[in-house]
């Protein structure tokens, strides 16, 4: 993965960023002595971007495609007003699991509601009117996720896309994750369905609207 400003940088910008709940903070400590690939964290800019778009939205649905360990969920779900629900998807047992274990340990971690099993099969069950849907899953799938996700966000929502540098393999895309991520990217610039920015944040996340 592409360094795109420097660990003092980032370091920096963390600093001036609202720090993550204490619970949240440990989750991520755990994740990284027990977890496969802990890079998979969102971390706490990108968290903290996604929790903040949850109360400029006034979201009250949000939909999650992978969980991972549920540090970005958490986020959220902080963000989200009583009433409100994350659907977060997760395919794999263990990442799940880890989840749901500090989800019980959150004043919000009613508001979450964990489905296992392939994301895609899960959004075909939900009802449109999404107002933040969040995709950071199996990046080969990255085309089939935007069209789903397309088809339930509100008029007014959010489509929040991570990973969408790719390690800066989007510029010369080898293998089929690469060539899914840059394709994706080309299709959402000429779907005159959307507007979108990309922002160089962490490894890329795309800001998808409906028009």
């Not at 840059?182 to 490894?203: A, F, H, K, M, T």
Request: glycine share 6%; aromatic share 6%.
């Amino acid at each position: 993965m592409i360094s795109l400003v420097s660990p003092e940088m980032e370091g920096y910008c963390v600093e001036n960023t609202t720090p993550v709940p204490d619970y949240v903070a440990n989750l991520a400590r755990i994740t990284e002595q027990k977890m496969p690939m802990p890079e998979m964290l969102s971390g706490p800019i990108e968290a903290s971007l996604l929790q903040l778009l949850v109360w400029i939205l006034r979201a009250r649905r949000v939909l999650e495609i992978g969980t991972f360990t549920g540090y970005s969920a958490l986020m959220i779900a902080e963000a989200l007003p009583e009433d409100g629900i994350l659907i977060t998807c997760e395919i794999d047992p263990d990442s799940a699991s880890l989840a749901r274990k500090y989800f019980k340990r959150s004043p919000h971690g009613r508001k979450i509601e964990l489905r296992l099993g392939p994301a895609l099969e899960t959004v075909q069950t939900l009802d449109a009117g999404f107002d933040l849907i969040f995709i950071d899953a199996e990046k080969t799938e990255y085309p089939d996720y935007y069209e789903a996700s397309l088809a339930i966000l509100s008029p007014t929502g959010i489509l929040a896309i991570d990973n969408a540098l790719w390690g800066g393999r989007v510029l010369e895309p080898a293998s089929d994750s690469d060539h899914a991520i840059s394709g994706l990217n080309e299709r959402i610039r000429q779907d005159n369905r959307v507007r979108q920015v990309l922002l160089p944040l962490r490894d890329g996340l795309m800001l998808v609207r409906r028009v």
